[in-house]
């Protein structure tokens, strides 16, 4: 953890300044440093081969030759054969019944690694699970978005992320928070905005909502990275005695990712400063 942190330090922006992404939703950023926890850098490393293999791959099969091979060389053939064996064996295997609420294919919010390897190009993407120690020093960065994560905790581990921020922040620098707002869907529900299945749909697309796995509840670090549920719900409120517990003044200071209230107008956007 120190050498990445030391790591961590130097990567100053075209601004001369360290801003950090906190997200769980794949939000990568040019001008910052992106802390997302579905993030595989060994995969990513291996994308390119991984291209040519499967270029080389399509380029063996579409030979001529080979496929002559395959027809007249008794080696070739059992090359051929004994896979198809296999797989024909396995299809036949009993296989685990499928989880209550796993739909296979498209499930959950996974990041595709060769979007991911996209992203490595264009900014610093690096792997963090929320919840755990920010991988910087003490008053080292000037400025923190962090999206969408806070209510995918407890609220002990929220207050240690949210004290983590101050932790890492230098004096006067700032914090932008998102979440989603309670309170604005319910009193568009009162109003008449939305009606009860529309309020019911916003809370279960908030929560993550999904049958529960009793084996997953009882082991809360074995939940997939890319397939969070939400903890807790927010207001101004409470978010703001959440920030104010965690050392931070609020504050309307304009900040590196004010852009963000646009393309989330829904959402409840504070902004905190360490004093």
Do not use: K
Request: hydrophobic share 35%; proline share 8%.
């Amino acid at each position: 953890m120190p050498g990445r942190d030391r790591r961590l330090r130097h990567l100053r922006n075209s601004h001369g300044e360290i801003w950090v992404n906190i997200t769980s939703s794949h939000l990568v950023l040019a001008d910052f440093v992106n802390l997302d926890p579905s993030y595989s850098p060994g995969l990513v490393g291996a994308y390119p081969a991984l291209g040519w293999a499967r270029a080389l791959h399509r380029a063996l099969c579409a030979s001529r030759t080979l496929s002559l091979l395959r027809r007249t060389g008794t080696a070739a053939w059992r090359a051929v054969r004994w896979p198809r064996l296999a797989a024909t064996l396995t299809r036949h295997l009993p296989r685990r019944p499928a989880r209550p609420g796993r739909s296979g294919r498209g499930r959950g919010r996974g990041w595709a690694v060769r979007r991911q390897w996209e992203a490595s190009r264009t900014a610093v993407v690096v792997r963090h699970r929320p919840g755990r120690r920010l991988p910087l020093a003490d008053g080292s960065v000037d400025h923190i978005l962090c999206a969408h994560v806070v209510q995918e905790l407890p609220p002990r581990v929220a207050g240690r992320v949210l004290a983590e921020c101050a932790r890492i922040l230098r004096p006067g620098g700032t914090l932008h928070l998102v979440l989603p707002d309670l309170r604005q869907a319910v009193d568009r529900y009162v109003r008449g905005e939305i009606d009860a299945d529309e309020l019911v749909a916003w809370q279960r697309l908030n929560d993550g909502h999904r049958p529960a796995d009793p084996r997953r509840a009882r082991h809360p670090r074995r939940r997939e990275p890319a397939d969070p549920q939400n903890r807790w719900h927010y207001d101004e409120h409470t978010a703001r005695r959440r920030l104010v517990a965690a050392g931070f003044h609020l504050s309307r200071t304009p900040t590196p990712s004010t852009g963000l209230v646009e393309t989330d107008p829904v959402s409840l956007h504070l902004v905190a400063v360490r004093p």
